[in-house]
């Protein structure tokens, strides 16, 4: 299976912290996306990141990526109540099981 | 621009009986998806449309679930007979033009309980 597995499965952290987010996956890959799921938006497409790119930014959001060690992490910076959600590394069309991520006030 | 719609929102049946999910994408994506959510887990892909064709549908139970986009736009997904594991979220997604860089737009999704 190409099914991107994510850890921790939960993660409770205030506002303002910084939260970490890791993906591992088995066999080679053309890209990997990260998508965040909450119960008032849905699934949503966060970022994308090719298998040739190391690292890529978007706002708040750090991507990092090793195919050596087939892992990539999800870094959410200053995070917000707002971030309370699960979020999914997948891998063409698999999806990992989510971490899910519960930001304090 | 409206997103994907997805109708009903919620269905309720007893194993055996029959339901359908309808699908209306993003209007000129070409690529449709089914994925199948179960409580606790990621989506798992169902079938993949690339306009009114099938790309792949290998994780697709063929003996009890099928779908259609005979017009290349509206989608149907059915289960017959339903089983009491199909109890899960149906979402459906569109992108522009399909491939795996193209970023998908998911729907609200149908929530299934099956009894």
């Known amino acids: 299976s190409q099914q991107g597995e994510e850890d921790p499965q939960a993660l409770s952290i205030q506002e303002g912290e910084n939260a970490t987010m890791n993906c591992s996956y088995k066999?080679?890959?053309?890209?990997l996306q990260w998508y965040r799921q909450n119960s008032g938006r849905g699934l949503v497409h966060l970022i994308l990141?090719?298998?040739?790119?190391r690292e890529k930014h978007s706002g708040r959001l750090r991507v990092t990526l090793d195919t050596s060690k087939k892992s990539s992490s999800l870094l959410i910076t200053a995070s917000r109540a707002a971030d309370t959600a699960s979020y999914f590394c997948?891998?063409?069309?698999?999806f990992g099981s989510g971490t899910k991520l519960n930001v304090k006030p | 621009e409206a997103g994907v719609a997805q109708s009903p929102r919620y269905k309720i049946i007893e194993k055996r009986q029959s339901v359908a999910f309808w699908c209306n994408p993003i209007?000129?994506?070409?690529?449709l998806y089914w994925y199948q959510q179960i409580l606790g887990q990621g989506p798992k892909l169902l079938i993949q449309?690339?306009?009114?064709?099938?790309?792949?549908d290998s994780q697709l139970p063929k003996d009890r679930f099928s779908a259609e986009r005979l017009k290349g736009v509206d989608s149907t997904l059915k289960i017959q007979p339903a089983k009491l594991e199909d109890s899960a979220v149906y979402l459906c997604?569109?992108?522009?033009?399909?491939?795996?860089?193209?970023?998908?737009?998911f729907g609200p999704g149908t929530r299934l309980t099956v009894l």
């Open positions: 066999t080679s890959i053309n890209n």
């Open positions: 449309f690339q306009n009114n064709g099938v790309v792949d």
């Open positions: 997948a891998t063409e069309f698999y």
């Open positions: 990141i090719r298998s040739n790119e």
């Open positions: 997604a569109s992108s522009f033009l399909g491939g795996r860089e193209n970023e998908q737009f």
């Open positions: 209007s000129g994506h070409a690529t």
